[in-house]
């Protein structure tokens, strides 16, 4: 019974995952992580809802996904992505947005992805940055319209 249970229960291979990522993306929230079985009964996992992984057992999910953040070299530099934040700080205020100072964060992921947080809840994610900063203002404005 507990063969199967680690098979495929989505919240042991939660759990795993964020004890495996935690020491590679210690930057990366433990409750951005998450697994979920589809209707094929596949373990998906992703990261701040950018899937990162399709797998039928918990210790296959966990050494793709393991071995996709150990593996990968970042595209963005610091600079780069601080003018990214830069840019969308200057844009939001035009845009109608009230955005806290320090509340932003972008973190990228495997295969490039960039992923646009406030206050550690995803808002936008793209490989491409221009397509990520309207992303973000669309998504933000969104969220900021009174009723939501």
């Known amino acids: 019974m507990?063969?199967?249970m680690s098979?495929?229960?989505?919240h042991t291979a939660e759990v795993q995952l964020r004890t495996a990522i935690?020491?590679?993306?210690?930057?990366?929230?433990?409750?951005?992580i998450t697994v979920m079985r589809d209707e094929h009964?596949?373990?998906s996992a992703a990261v701040y809802g950018v899937e990162q992984?399709?797998?039928?057992?918990?210790?296959?999910?966990?050494?793709?996904v393991v071995d996709r953040?150990?593996?990968y070299h970042r595209v963005y530099n610091q600079e780069q992505t601080s003018a990214l934040l830069t840019t969308l700080r200057t844009i939001a205020p035009k845009a109608g947005l009230s955005i806290s100072p320090g509340s932003l964060k972008l973190t990228e992921l495997p295969a490039a992805v960039l992923v646009l947080t406030l206050n550690d809840q995803a808002v936008a994610a793209s490989e491409?940055?221009?397509h990520l900063l309207s992303q973000a203002i669309l998504n933000l404005k969104a969220a900021q319209k009174p009723g939501n």
């Open 22 to 32: 935690l020491p590679l993306r210690p930057d990366i929230p433990p409750n951005a």
């Open 69 to 71: 953040f150990a593996h």
């Open 41 to 43: 009964d596949l373990l």
């Open 2 to 4: 507990s063969v199967s």
């Open 7 to 10: 098979k495929s229960d989505p």
């Open 128 to 130: 491409d940055p221009l």
């Open 53 to 64: 992984s399709l797998q039928a057992t918990c210790p296959l999910l966990r050494r793709e």
